[in-house]
C-alpha cells in the first residue's frame, strides 16, 4: 500500500506492507521520493516507529504539540539512538548531563504528552467497507453547490465546473423610484394599517470620526403593497411615523440609525428589529452580519452577482457634462427589499431555537441604550491629556539614555534584531534563542531576565511606556470630538461570540488599570463641569453566576454567608480553617477560582502562578475533588456541546462549538474550554444588558438626567448631577442586584468621584 501526502507525520505508520509517497518541488516541478523501512533508517537512522518518540521530545510547532522546551529533533534523534524510547530516557536520566538533564528532568508529563499527540490513531472503528471507499466520479452539481458557498470560486474555475448552481438562487423582484407626493400619502396609510415600517437610511461620512461626523442623504422604503422600494431625500416627512411608538421599524444597524435620526431633530421609537443583531443571535461565530452575508445564508441570494447584473458601463464625461448628483443607487433599493424578506426569515428562525425572547426583551431594547451612551459620550480633558502625553516622552527620553548607558551603544530598541544582539550576545544575558528572524525579545522571555541585568527592567518600562503613548494619548487625540469635546465611543452588540459588549473608536473598555502611571491616564476622564462619576461594578459575578449553573453546596454556602469565597476555596484546597489561611494561599485560590471559569489547564495555571506543573495540576484536582457540583457541571456541559453541537446562556444565547468534535487534540481541547466559559460568561453578559436596560428606563421614567455613559464588562458608569446621586446609587442597587433571581445573591459596588480614577 502506498500513502500520498505531504505529512511526515505518517512515516510512523510505514512498515513491510506500507511506503509513504512524499511530493516536493524541485527547480519549479513537482517529483516524489518514496519512504520505506530502510529508507527512514538511512536518512535518520532509527526505524519509523521511534519517529513517534523523537516527536514525543522535540514536538512540531505546525500540530501544537510542545514537546520539550529547548530540544531539537537532532538533539531528539540522537537521545533515541541511544536510550530507545522515552522511557529509556528517564530510566537512565542520571546519565545525561547540565541543561540538557535538567530540561529533560523538568519536563516529564510534556514528553509523555507529547508523544502521545503525536502518534496516530490506528484502531479508529470503520464501519465502511474498503469497496465503498473506492475513488468515483463526483456529482458536478453537489461539489459546485458546495464550493459556492464555501466561496471557492477558484475551484469551480480550476476543475471546469458548471456555474449554474451559483445562479440558481432567488429572484430578486423589486422596482425602485423616487416617491411621489401622491405615492407618500398612499405609502404612510400603509404603514398605519400595518404598524411595521421596512427601510434602509442612505449616509455620507464627513471629514472627522465615527457617527456624528456622518450626514444622511435620503431613505429608501420599501412598500409590501406595491412590492416597490421608494427613496425619499426629506427624512423630516418620517418624523411622526419614526416617533410612533406603535410602529415597528425594521432596518439595519439601527444603533447608528438612532443617532443620525436624534441629531436632526427626531426621537425614534420602537427600533426594535434590527437584521444584523437577529442575524447575530442565529449564529454568533460569524465576523460580519451584512446584509449581503444574511441575505445568501437565509434567502439563498447572491446580492452581489445581482447588483453586477446588468449594470451600466461607467459612462465617460464630456467637457460639458457632469455627474448625476444623488442618483439614488440600485443597492440602496435593493437592501430595503431584502431588510423586509430577512425579518419574516430571521424571526421564524429566531423561534425554532428559542433566541426569539433573548432578541425581543434584551438585546433590541438594549440597541437605545448603547446608542444613547455613544450620543452621549464621556468629556476628556484634552489639556491634561496633552500634558500626560509630554510626560511620558520626557519619561521615553530619560529611558533611552539609560538604556544606552547600560548597552555601551545607541541601537534602535525597537528593533527586535539589534535588541536581541545587544542582551544576548554582547551582554551575554541567558536565555538567548535564536531563530530565522534573530533572537527572541518577547515580553515573557524579559520577564525571566528581569533580574539578570539592570537593563532589562529599563526596556520593560520603554516599552510600556511607549505603549500607553501611541496606544491611549496619541492613540486618543483623533477622536476627541471638535463640538462637543468628548470621545463618542461605538459600543457594539454583535462582535463577541460570548455576547459581552465591546467597544471601538476607540476602545474605552480597556484603559489601563493596573500600574500606577496607567491609572493616571484615567484623570483625564471627566464629567461635564459640575457633574460626578458614580460607578457600580458587578462583585465576582461570573463566579455567583457559576455557583448557580453548577448547583454546588459549597459554594452557594459562600455566597449567601457573605464568606470571602477565595478564602473559603483556599481553605477547602490546603484543608486548613479558614482563619489559618495565608494571603498567598488565597492568591492561590483566586487563580483556581477563576481559572476554572475560563477553563484553564494545570499547564495555564502553572505559568499564572510561576509554580510547576505537577503543582497546578495538584490544585485543581484538589478543587474539584471538594467542589463536586462544579465538577460534574463542566463534564456535563461538555457532553452536551459534544452532543448537540452548541451550548446555551441562562437566557437561551446560543454559541455554536464545531471545535469541540475536531480530530485534532488541541482544538477539541479548545472547544471544551469554550463550553465550558460560555454559559458562565454570556449569562453574566445577559444579567448586566438588562440591568442596563433596566436602569436605563427608570432613569428616563424619573426623569433624571443622570446619564450611562460607559459600560467595562462587570461595571457601569453615570454622569450624574449632585443633586440626583443618592436617587441614582437607590436605581444602581435596586436594578443591579435585584435583575434576576439565583440562588446566590448578587451584589455590586458603588464608588464616585471627580474623575474615572477616583470613581473606580
Same mark, same amino acid.
Given at each position: 500500500?502506498?500513502?500520498?501526502?505531504?505529512?511526515?507525520?505518517?512515516? +510512523?505508520?510505514?512498515?513491510?506492507?506500507? &511506503?509513504?509517497?512524499?511530493?516536493?518541488?524541485?527547480?519549479? &516541478?513537482?517529483?516524489?521520493?518514496?519512504?520505506?523501512?530502510?529508507?527512514?533508517?538511512?536518512?535518520?537512522?532509527?526505524?519509523?516507529?521511534?519517529?513517534?518518540?523523537?516527536?514525543?521530545?522535540?514536538?512540531?510547532?505546525?500540530?501544537?504539540?510542545?514537546?520539550?522546551?529547548?530540544?531539537?529533533?537532532?538533539?531528539?534523534?540522537?537521545?533515541?539512538?541511544?536510550?530507545?524510547?522515552?522511557?529509556?530516557?528517564?530510566?537512565?536520566?542520571?546519565?545525561?548531563?547540565?541543561?540538557?538533564?535538567?530540561?529533560?528532568?523538568?519536563?516529564?508529563?510534556?514528553?509523555?504528552?507529547?508523544?502521545?499527540?503525536?502518534?496516530?490513531?490506528?484502531?479508529?472503528?470503520?464501519?465502511?467497507?474498503?469497496?465503498?471507499?473506492?475513488?468515483?466520479?463526483?456529482?458536478?452539481?453537489?461539489?459546485?453547490?458546495?464550493?459556492?458557498?464555501?466561496?471557492?470560486?477558484?475551484?469551480?474555475?480550476? #476543475?471546469?465546473?458548471?456555474?449554474?448552481?451559483?445562479?440558481?438562487?432567488?429572484?430578486?423582484?423589486?422596482?425602485?423610484?423616487?416617491?411621489?407626493?401622491?405615492?407618500?400619502?398612499?405609502?404612510?396609510?400603509?404603514?398605519?394599517?400595518?404598524?411595521?415600517?421596512?427601510?434602509?437610511?442612505?449616509?455620507?461620512?464627513?471629514? *472627522?470620526?465615527?457617527?456624528?461626523?456622518?450626514?444622511?442623504?435620503?431613505?429608501?422604503?420599501?412598500?409590501?403593497?406595491?412590492?416597490?422600494?421608494?427613496?425619499?431625500?426629506?427624512?423630516?416627512?418620517?418624523?411622526?411615523?419614526?416617533?410612533?411608538?406603535?410602529?415597528?421599524?425594521?432596518?439595519?444597524? +439601527?444603533?447608528?440609525?438612532?443617532?443620525?435620526?436624534?441629531?436632526?431633530?427626531?426621537?425614534?421609537?420602537?427600533?426594535?428589529?434590527?437584521?444584523?443583531?437577529?442575524?447575530?443571535?442565529?449564529?454568533?461565530?460569524?465576523?460580519?452580519?451584512?446584509?449581503?452575508?444574511?441575505?445568501?445564508?437565509?434567502?439563498?441570494?447572491?446580492?452581489?452577482?445581482?447588483?453586477?447584473?446588468?449594470?451600466?458601463?461607467?459612462?465617460?464625461?464630456?467637457?460639458?457634462?457632469?455627474?448625476?448628483?444623488?442618483?439614488?443607487?440600485?443597492?440602496?433599493?435593493?437592501?430595503?427589499?431584502?431588510?423586509?424578506?430577512?425579518?419574516?426569515?430571521?424571526? %421564524?428562525?429566531?423561534?425554532?431555537?428559542?433566541?426569539?425572547?433573548?432578541?425581543?426583551?434584551?438585546?433590541?431594547?438594549?440597541?437605545?441604550?448603547?446608542?444613547?451612551?455613544?450620543?452621549? *459620550?464621556?468629556?476628556?480633558?484634552?489639556?491634561?491629556?496633552?500634558?500626560?502625553?509630554?510626560?511620558?516622552?520626557?519619561?521615553?527620553?530619560?529611558?533611552?539614555?539609560?538604556?544606552? %548607558?547600560?548597552?555601551?551603544?545607541?541601537?534602535?530598541?525597537?528593533?527586535?534584531?539589534?535588541? *536581541?544582539?545587544?542582551?544576548?550576545?554582547?551582554?551575554?544575558?541567558?536565555?538567548?534563542?535564536?531563530?530565522?528572524?534573530?533572537?527572541?525579545?518577547?515580553?515573557?522571555?524579559?520577564?525571566?531576565?528581569?533580574?539578570?541585568?539592570?537593563?532589562?527592567?529599563?526596556?520593560?518600562?520603554?516599552? +510600556?511606556?511607549?505603549?500607553?503613548?501611541?496606544?491611549?494619548?496619541?492613540?486618543?487625540?483623533?477622536?476627541?470630538?471638535?463640538?462637543?469635546?468628548?470621545?463618542?465611543?461605538? #459600543?457594539?452588540?454583535?462582535?463577541?461570540?460570548?455576547?459581552?459588549?465591546?467597544?471601538?473608536?476607540?476602545?474605552?473598555?480597556?484603559?489601563?488599570?493596573?500600574?500606577?502611571?496607567?491609572?493616571?491616564?484615567?484623570?483625564?476622564?471627566?464629567?461635564?463641569?459640575?457633574?460626578?462619576?458614580? %460607578?457600580?461594578?458587578?462583585?465576582?459575578?461570573?463566579?455567583?453566576?457559576?455557583?448557580?449553573?453548577?448547583?454546588?453546596?459549597?459554594?452557594?454556602?459562600?455566597?449567601?454567608?457573605?464568606?470571602?469565597?477565595?478564602?473559603?476555596?483556599?481553605?477547602?484546597?490546603?484543608?486548613?480553617?479558614?482563619?489559618?489561611?495565608?494571603?498567598?494561599?488565597?492568591?492561590?485560590?483566586?487563580?483556581?477560582?477563576?481559572?476554572?471559569?475560563?477553563?484553564?489547564?494545570? #499547564?495555564?495555571?502553572?505559568?499564572?502562578?510561576?509554580?510547576?506543573?505537577?503543582?497546578?495540576?495538584?490544585?485543581?484536582?484538589?478543587?474539584?475533588?471538594?467542589?463536586?457540583?462544579?465538577?460534574?457541571?463542566?463534564?456535563?456541559?461538555?457532553?452536551?456541546?459534544?452532543?448537540?453541537?452548541?451550548?446555551?446562556?441562562?437566557?437561551?444565547?446560543?454559541?455554536?462549538?464545531?471545535?469541540?468534535?475536531?480530530?485534532?487534540?488541541?482544538?477539541?481541547? #479548545?472547544?471544551?474550554?469554550?463550553?465550558?466559559?460560555?454559559?458562565?460568561?454570556?449569562?453574566?453578559?445577559?444579567?448586566?444588558?438588562?440591568?442596563?436596560?433596566?436602569?436605563?428606563?427608570?432613569?428616563?421614567?424619573?426623569?433624571?438626567?443622570?446619564?450611562?455613559?460607559?459600560?467595562?464588562?462587570?461595571?457601569?458608569?453615570?454622569?450624574?448631577?449632585?443633586?440626583? &446621586?443618592?436617587?441614582?446609587?437607590?436605581?444602581?442597587?435596586?436594578?443591579?442586584?435585584?435583575?434576576?433571581?439565583?440562588?446566590?445573591?448578587?451584589?455590586?459596588?458603588?464608588?464616585?468621584?471627580?474623575?474615572?480614577?477616583?470613581?473606580?
Amino acid at each position: 500500500m502506498t500513502i500520498l501526502t505531504g505529512d511526515r507525520d505518517s512515516f +510512523q505508520l510505514i512498515d513491510e506492507h506500507i &511506503k509513504v509517497r512524499i511530493p516536493h518541488t524541485v527547480q519549479g &516541478k513537482t517529483e516524489t521520493e518514496d519512504y520505506t523501512v530502510e529508507k527512514v533508517i538511512e536518512k535518520y537512522g532509527l526505524s519509523p516507529k521511534s519517529l513517534i518518540e523523537v516527536k514525543g521530545l522535540a514536538g512540531d510547532s505546525s500540530d501544537n504539540i510542545p514537546g520539550i522546551p529547548g530540544v531539537g529533533e537532532k538533539t531528539a534523534i540522537n537521545l533515541i539512538k541511544d536510550y530507545k524510547d522515552i522511557e529509556g530516557i528517564y530510566k537512565h536520566i542520571d546519565n545525561l548531563k547540565g541543561k540538557l538533564k535538567e530540561k529533560i528532568k523538568q519536563n516529564e508529563e510534556m514528553a509523555y504528552l507529547s508523544r502521545t499527540l503525536g502518534t496516530i490513531d490506528t484502531k479508529v472503528p470503520i464501519d465502511k467497507k474498503v469497496d465503498n471507499m473506492k475513488v468515483t466520479k463526483w456529482d458536478n452539481e453537489k461539489v459546485t453547490d458546495l464550493f459556492a458557498k464555501l466561496k471557492f470560486n477558484r475551484f469551480i474555475e480550476r #476543475f471546469g465546473l458548471e456555474k449554474e448552481s451559483l445562479n440558481k438562487t432567488q429572484e430578486i423582484n423589486i422596482e425602485g423610484q423616487e416617491i411621489t407626493e401622491e405615492q407618500f400619502e398612499k405609502y404612510k396609510q400603509e404603514v398605519k394599517k400595518c404598524k411595521k415600517i421596512f427601510y434602509y437610511i442612505i449616509t455620507e461620512a464627513e471629514n *472627522g470620526t465615527g457617527i456624528l461626523n456622518t450626514t444622511i442623504d435620503g431613505i429608501t422604503l420599501y412598500s409590501e403593497e406595491a412590492n416597490t422600494a421608494y427613496l425619499l431625500k426629506d427624512i423630516q416627512k418620517l418624523k411622526n411615523i419614526f416617533e410612533d411608538a406603535e410602529i415597528l421599524k425594521i432596518g439595519y444597524k +439601527q444603533k447608528q440609525d438612532y443617532i443620525l435620526l436624534k441629531q436632526i431633530g427626531i426621537n425614534p421609537n420602537n427600533l426594535m428589529f434590527d437584521i444584523e443583531i437577529a442575524g447575530y443571535l442565529l449564529n454568533s461565530n460569524i465576523t460580519k452580519y451584512t446584509i449581503e452575508y444574511l441575505s445568501e445564508e437565509y434567502l439563498n441570494i447572491d446580492v452581489a452577482t445581482y447588483l453586477k447584473k446588468d449594470e451600466p458601463q461607467e459612462k465617460q464625461l464630456t467637457l460639458f457634462e457632469t455627474p448625476e448628483d444623488n442618483k439614488p443607487s440600485k443597492k440602496n433599493y435593493v437592501y430595503t427589499y431584502l431588510i423586509n424578506k430577512l425579518y419574516y426569515t430571521l424571526t %421564524d428562525k429566531m423561534k425554532q431555537i428559542c433566541t426569539l425572547d433573548l432578541f425581543n426583551k434584551i438585546e433590541m431594547p438594549l440597541l437605545e441604550v448603547l446608542a444613547d451612551m455613544q450620543y452621549q *459620550g464621556i468629556y476628556v480633558d484634552k489639556d491634561k491629556l496633552f500634558d500626560f502625553g509630554n510626560e511620558l516622552k520626557n519619561r521615553i527620553e530619560e529611558l533611552t539614555k539609560e538604556i544606552y %548607558d547600560l548597552a555601551g551603544e545607541e541601537f534602535n530598541i525597537n528593533s527586535p534584531k539589534q535588541l *536581541g544582539e545587544i542582551l544576548f550576545e554582547k551582554l551575554k544575558l541567558p536565555m538567548g534563542k535564536k531563530n530565522k528572524k534573530g533572537y527572541s525579545t518577547g515580553v515573557e522571555i524579559l520577564e525571566k531576565l528581569k533580574f539578570t541585568h539592570p537593563i532589562i527592567e529599563r526596556i520593560l518600562e520603554y516599552r +510600556q511606556i511607549g505603549k500607553l503613548n501611541s496606544t491611549y494619548v496619541e492613540g486618543l487625540m483623533p477622536y476627541i470630538n471638535k463640538t462637543t469635546k468628548k470621545i463618542h465611543s461605538s #459600543f457594539h452588540q454583535t462582535v463577541t461570540a460570548t455576547g459581552r459588549i465591546s467597544s471601538t473608536e476607540p476602545n474605552l473598555q480597556n484603559i489601563p488599570t493596573r500600574n500606577e502611571l496607567g491609572k493616571n491616564l484615567r484623570k483625564v476622564f471627566k464629567p461635564e463641569e459640575g457633574n460626578i462619576f458614580i %460607578d457600580a461594578d458587578y462583585s465576582q459575578i461570573e463566579l455567583r453566576v457559576l455557583a448557580h449553573i453548577s448547583n454546588d453546596e459549597h459554594m452557594i454556602q459562600a455566597f449567601n454567608n457573605d464568606e470571602d469565597i477565595h478564602t473559603q476555596v483556599a481553605s477547602k484546597v490546603f484543608n486548613i480553617p479558614m482563619e489559618e489561611v495565608t494571603k498567598e494561599q488565597r492568591t492561590k485560590a483566586k487563580a483556581v477560582n477563576f481559572g476554572i471559569v475560563y477553563g484553564i489547564s494545570d #499547564f495555564g495555571l502553572s505559568e499564572q502562578l510561576k509554580i510547576p506543573r505537577k503543582e497546578a495540576k495538584q490544585y485543581i484536582e484538589q478543587y474539584l475533588e471538594k467542589y463536586q457540583g462544579i465538577k460534574k457541571f463542566m463534564e456535563t456541559i461538555v457532553e452536551t456541546a459534544k452532543k448537540e453541537g452548541y451550548v446555551e446562556t441562562l437566557f437561551h444565547r446560543r454559541r455554536y462549538i464545531p471545535e469541540i468534535n475536531s480530530n485534532n487534540y488541541m482544538v477539541r481541547q #479548545f472547544g471544551s474550554r469554550i463550553a465550558m466559559n460560555t454559559p458562565i460568561q454570556g449569562t453574566a453578559a445577559d444579567i448586566m444588558k438588562l440591568a442596563m436596560i433596566n436602569i436605563y428606563n427608570e432613569l428616563n421614567k424619573q426623569n433624571l438626567k443622570s446619564k450611562i455613559i460607559l459600560q467595562v464588562h462587570d461595571e457601569l458608569l453615570i454622569e450624574a448631577i449632585p443633586e440626583e &446621586k443618592e436617587k441614582v446609587e437607590q436605581i444602581l442597587k435596586q436594578k443591579m442586584e435585584n435583575v434576576i433571581t439565583l440562588k446566590v445573591p448578587l451584589k455590586i459596588d458603588i464608588e464616585e468621584g471627580k474623575n474615572l480614577y477616583d470613581a473606580k
